[in-house]
C-alpha cells in the first residue's frame, strides 16, 4: 500500500512514525532511531508529513523537504484533541496523522536557518539579562545578611559594592564570596553590550525593522524581534489575528449569545508580548503624543494604568502588522 499521509512524532533519540494510505488505512508503524529518520523518509515517496511544532521540528522538516515531502507543523495543543486516551509515542503520531490532513487545522511556517539564528539573538540576550538579574539580586541579598543594605536597582550596585569595602563587620570571606559574583555580573554586562551591538546592527539593515521602529513604543529589540518571528504578515488575516496570536486578546467564556471577556490569553509568543507591553508602559510615561490622545486620557481616566498598557499594545500590535503588510513607515500611514 502506498503511503500517502505520514504523522512523526519527534523526540531526542526515538522517533515514532505513523502512515496511512489515500483510503485512511493504517500500513505502517515504526520506531526509529535519530540516524535513521534521514534514510527512512529518503526511501519514501514523496508524500505529506505531519509534525508538532516543538524543539528541533523546524530542523526535520527542512530536512524531510530537501527530500521532496510537503511538511507542515502544527501547535501542539491544536493536536492533542486528536489523542485517544491514553498517551505515548504510537498513539501520538496517530494523532498528529490524523491532525494534519484537517482542512481547518492551521499550521505554522517552517522556520529557515537565518531566521532562527536571528531569533536566538533575542533568546541569547533574555536568558544573560535573567542571569544579569540573578546576580543583582544575590549581590544584594548576601551582604544584607550582615547588615549591608542598598537601594534597588543594577545602578546602586556600584555603590552597594563601594560600602561593602568600607563595612568593619563583615568577614573577608564573605567580601571576597561577593567580588567573585560582582566579576560575573560585569561579564554578563559585557555580554549583553555585544549582543545589543549585533541586534542594532541587524535592526539598521533591515528595512521590515527600521518601518517598525518608527510606531510608538516599538525600538530596536521590538522591531527585529517582530521582523524575525513574522517573515510573512500574509499569515494572519489582518491586525486582529496578529493581536491574538500574540495573546494580547480578552479570554472569552461565552455561551448562549452572552458574550463574557475575561483577561488577556496570554496565548503566543510571551517575548513580544512583554516587549510590546513594556514599550506601551513608556509611551504612557513620557510621550506627548499619549497625554493629548482623546482615546488613552478615557482609559486612564476609569481604568488601572497597567491595563491601558496593554490594551494599547493590543492596538500597536495592530499597527504592527498593518506596516508590515503595506510596507509604509508608520508616520507615512497615519498621514495618509
Request: charged share 25%; net charge positive.
Amino acid at each position: 500500500m502506498e503511503i500517502t499521509t505520514v504523522g512523526l512524532d519527534l523526540a531526542k533519540h526515538v522517533f515514532q512514525v505513523h502512515g496511512v494510505d489515500a483510503a485512511g488505512n493504517v500500513v505502517l508503524r515504526r520506531r526509529l532511531r535519530r540516524a535513521q529518520v534521514h534514510a527512512f523518509f529518503a526511501g519514501l515517496k514523496p508524500c505529506l508529513v505531519g509534525m508538532e511544532a516543538c524543539a528541533t521540528a523546524h530542523f526535520w522538516a527542512r530536512q524531510l523537504r530537501s527530500l521532496g515531502h510537503e511538511v507542515r507543523l502544527m501547535p501542539a495543543q491544536y493536536v492533542k484533541a486528536y489523542l485517544r486516551r491514553g498517551k505515548n509515542d504510537a498513539a501520538d503520531a496517530a494523532a498528529i496523522c490524523e491532525a494534519v490532513t484537517r482542512p481547518s487545522m492551521r499550521f505554522v511556517p517552517v522556520k529557515g536557518e537565518a531566521q532562527q539564528a536571528a531569533l536566538m539573538l533575542h533568546r541569547v540576550r533574555d536568558l544573560l539579562v535573567r542571569q544579569r538579574t540573578q546576580l543583582i539580586n544575590a549581590i544584594r541579598g548576601h551582604p544584607a545578611e550582615f547588615g549591608i543594605v542598598e537601594a534597588q536597582g543594577p545602578w546602586n550596585v556600584a555603590r552597594l559594592l563601594a560600602g561593602m569595602d568600607e563595612a568593619a563587620g563583615l568577614p573577608e570571606l564573605a567580601r571576597e564570596l561577593v567580588r567573585v559574583l560582582a566579576g560575573q555580573l560585569e561579564e554578563a554586562e559585557g555580554r549583553i553590550a555585544e549582543v545589543d551591538a549585533r541586534i542594532l546592527a541587524r535592526h539598521k539593515a533591515d528595512a521590515v525593522s527600521r518601518r517598525l521602529a518608527t510606531i510608538p513604543g516599538i525600538g530596536p529589540l521590538a522591531a527585529t524581534a517582530i521582523a524575525a518571528t513574522v517573515p510573512d504578515p500574509a499569515a494572519f488575516r489582518g491586525g486582529r489575528e496578529f493581536a491574538a496570536w500574540l495573546g494580547l486578546v480578552p479570554r472569552q467564556n461565552s455561551t448562549g449569545g452572552k458574550a463574557r471577556l475575561g483577561r488577556i490569553s496570554r496565548q503566543g509568543d510571551a517575548y513580544i508580548r512583554r516587549l510590546l507591553v513594556i514599550g506601551a508602559q513608556s509611551v504612557l510615561r513620557c510621550s506627548k503624543a499619549a497625554r493629548s490622545d482623546p482615546w488613552l486620557q478615557r482609559l486612564l481616566a476609569k481604568r488601572p494604568r497597567l491595563v491601558v498598557a496593554v490594551a494599547l499594545a493590543n492596538k500597536t500590535a495592530r499597527i504592527a502588522w498593518a506596516v508590515m503588510a503595506r510596507g509604509t513607515a508608520y508616520g507615512t500611514a497615519a498621514a495618509a
